[in-house]
């Protein structure tokens, strides 16, 4: 197999926002033995273990300011820009083996690796993957005009990298159709790549021993309770007080529901304004708010509960995406109740796993009723489709193939 040099960038930080699942394509699954893979990532803490293992395997890590301002933008733009364009000819110049640059979101990153390719016409080319849309999802939220003219800008950037990039990747097949038909970016190559998750490493966490923390969190749940779990940050712009209005539909309908948010907690104080909230609205419902949990403690604790619920509010940009909670569940063996978002319909579609409903705490409650009384839930055929459809191997084999094509197309 022929050696593949490649240059990384990804534009939010290793230590907070970074998947596991990316780290474990982009270092550890992509390069093959004599191949080499350089990335350019951001931090908050130096100190910490993901960020140690970065350096210690050569790659760049830039502490992620957040400057405020047109100019300590610009300075702050020009600086990773400087280091990605130095990382792109450290690979140039290690042998003759054509580079193959992947950007993740940023068009600034995109912009410094075309006019690199521009440079060097024989030797790279661009794979520019599109995991958000920012630029509507800020039109969506502000309405200043200032704001919305560099929103409208970006988007136009955005749009152009799209179309000189070599490849193309999009998060969903409703983004590609919302860029390519109502936007209309022509990009030269393109491919889906939704949300994954490592099915065989979930597997082997819910076959093995359980965690401490699991084990504790286990002997403090009810056991008379049937438990209703929610996985993901806590946060106001995540509208939890959905879930509270569901537990209270819920509680007339089946009181022996609990509630089990394992949860990120951006901002501790709105966990213990949640818990207030909860006791009040919901008094004779037992609601548990914890986490973070390790991976392998997060699928386990999963594990404890009997169906799954992830209301994502299906507006704007939101329907684009491919919400990577619902494969969490899914490879997990959990009946969800999940939104109208295009590929939380594709997924349960196909696995038969789940209910999906309108963005209604009714609704939510009275599928998630449905589901605790099914007695015939064939959580097998769920894991089937997702080892074969949403596992890790899934980007592995689409970047490769897009990487090798590309190697093709070199003079």
């Known amino acids: 197999m022929r050696s593949m040099n490649y240059v990384l960038f990804y534009d939010q930080a290793v230590d907070l926002h970074f998947p596991p699942h990316y780290r474990d394509v982009y270092l550890d699954r992509l390069p093959h033995e004599h191949d080499r893979m350089r990335g350019l990532f951001f931090c908050r803490d130096h100190g910490s273990e993901q960020v140690r293992q970065l350096k210690s395997a050569g790659h760049v890590v830039l502490g992620k300011e957040r400057p405020w301002g047109a100019w300590g933008r610009w300075r702050y733009s020009r600086r990773f820009g400087k280091s990605f364009q130095q990382l792109i000819m450290q690979a140039l ?163 022996d529901v609990g509630l089990l948010i394992l949860g990120n907690y951006p901002d501790p104080s709105y966990r213990e304004q949640l818990l207030v909230q909860a006791r009040s609205d919901c008094p004779d419902t037992s609601i548990h708010l914890v986490g973070p949990f390790s991976p392998d403690s997060y699928y386990q604790a999963l594990q404890l509960a009997d169906v799954a619920v992830n209301p994502f509010p299906p507006i704007g940009d939101h329907l684009t995406n491919s919400p990577v909670k619902c494969m969490d569940y899914q490879a997990t063996g959990l009946p969800t109740i999940a939104t109208r978002i295009p590929d939380h319909e594709l997924v349960l579609g196909e696995t038969g796993l789940g209910t999906i409903c309108d963005y209604s705490a009714t609704e939510f409650a009275k599928a998630c009723v449905d589901w605790l009384g099914d007695r015939t839930i064939d959580r097998g055929r769920a894991k089937q489709w997702m080892s074969q459809h949403r596992d890790l191997q899934v980007a592995v084999e689409t970047i490769r193939l897009l990487a090798e094509s590309e190697r093709d197309g070199f003079q």
């Open 93 to 255: 110049e290690a042998n003759d083996d054509p580079v193959t640059v992947i950007v993740h979101d940023d068009p600034w990153a995109a912009q410094v690796a075309l006019d690199a390719r521009q440079r060097h016409q024989d030797r790279i080319r661009v794979i520019y993957r599109i995991g958000n849309l920012k630029p509507e999802g800020l039109l969506r939220l502000s309405r200043h005009p200032l704001v919305h003219l560099m929103a409208r800008l970006a988007g136009r950037w955005r749009d152009r990298m799209i179309n000189r990039a070599d490849a193309v990747i999009f998060m969903s097949d409703e983004m590609r159709r919302y860029l390519v038909e109502d936007r209309g970016v022509r990009p030269v190559r393109q491919a889906v790549i939704p949300s994954l998750v490592d099915c065989n490493a979930i597997e082997t966490s819910l076959q093995s021993s359980r965690e401490q923390d699991v084990m504790a969190l286990s002997a403090s749940l009810e056991e008379d309770r049937r438990w209703i779990v929610y996985a993901g940050d806590v946060s106001r712009g995540r509208n939890m007080p959905f879930l509270l209005e569901m537990m209270t539909h819920l509680r007339s309908l089946a009181p």
